[in-house]
Nanobody, 120 residues
Framework: DVQLVESGGGSVQPGGSLRLSCTVSGYRLSDYCMGWFRQAAGKQREWVSQIDRHGRPSYADPVKGRFTITRDKAENTVYLQMNSLRPEDTALYYC???????????????WGQGTQVTVS
C-alpha cells in the first residue's frame, strides 16, 4: 500500500524559511519521480519542483533560487527547503509520486494529504 505523508508546514513571516518533508512507504524513492505541488485558495494546483529517479531536480520559475528539493533514500523521504518565503508562496503544499516526471498535474499517481504554508 503506497502512502505519502507530508509534514513541516506552518506560518512564517516574509523572508523566513520552512522545510517540508514527505515520507513515503510502499515503494522506493528511486522507483518514482517525486514532486511538490501547491494550491493557493481559489487557484489551480501548480507544479513547484520535482526530483527524478536519478536524483535530478527541477523547479518552477517562481521558486528557482529559493527552494531546494532533496531526497534521502535511506529514510525514504523527500524534502523541500523553502527560503526567502513570500506571501505569494502561501498555499497548501502536496507531495506526489509518479513513474513519469513529464505527466501533467492531474495524472500523477500518488498524493499526500497536503500541508499548509502561510507567509504573512
Amino acid at each position: 500500500d503506497v502512502q505519502l505523508v507530508e509534514s513541516g508546514g506552518g506560518s512564517v513571516q516574509p523572508g523566513g524559511s520552512l522545510r517540508l518533508s514527505c515520507t513515503v512507504s510502499g515503494y522506493r524513492l528511486s522507483d518514482y519521480c517525486m514532486g511538490w505541488f501547491r494550491q493557493a485558495a481559489g487557484k489551480q494546483r501548480e507544479w513547484v519542483s520535482q526530483i527524478d529517479r536519478h536524483g535530478r531536480p527541477s523547479y518552477a520559475d517562481p521558486v528557482k533560487g529559493r527552494f531546494t528539493i532533496t531526497r534521502d533514500k535511506a529514510e525514504n523521504t523527500v524534502y523541500l527547503q523553502m527560503n526567502s518565503l513570500r506571501p505569494e508562496d502561501t498555499a497548501l503544499y502536496y507531495c506526489a509520486a509518479d513513474p513519469y516526471c513529464s505527466n501533467p498535474v492531474n495524472k500523477w499517481r500518488y498524493w499526500g494529504q497536503g500541508t499548509q504554508v502561510t507567509v504573512s
